[in-house]
């Protein structure tokens, strides 16, 4: 399945905002629930990360959902 430039625009906006938190991708997949492999497939495009996870992922940061739909420096 070809993955979509906005997956991968969300991926990385997703990491940016976890470095921007100083937190590793091991610590975030942990407040998630989801393993360090599958938050590496969300950063990078692979897979496209559930509404609801998006949503967690916004309360766990404490960012609005919008944050992650921004293009990414």
């Given at each position: ?32 629930g ?12 692979k ?13 766990v ?13």
């Amino acid at each position: 399945m070809e993955k979509t430039g906005s997956v991968v625009m969300i991926g990385k906006c997703i990491a940016n905002a976890r470095l921007e938190m100083n937190l590793s991708r091991r610590d975030l997949a942990g407040m998630l629930g989801v393993s360090c492999e599958q938050m590496e497939k969300y950063e990078a495009g692979k897979d496209p990360m559930p509404a609801g996870r998006l949503y967690q992922l916004s309360e766990v940061l404490g960012l609005p959902v919008t944050e992650f739909f921004k293009q990414p420096n």
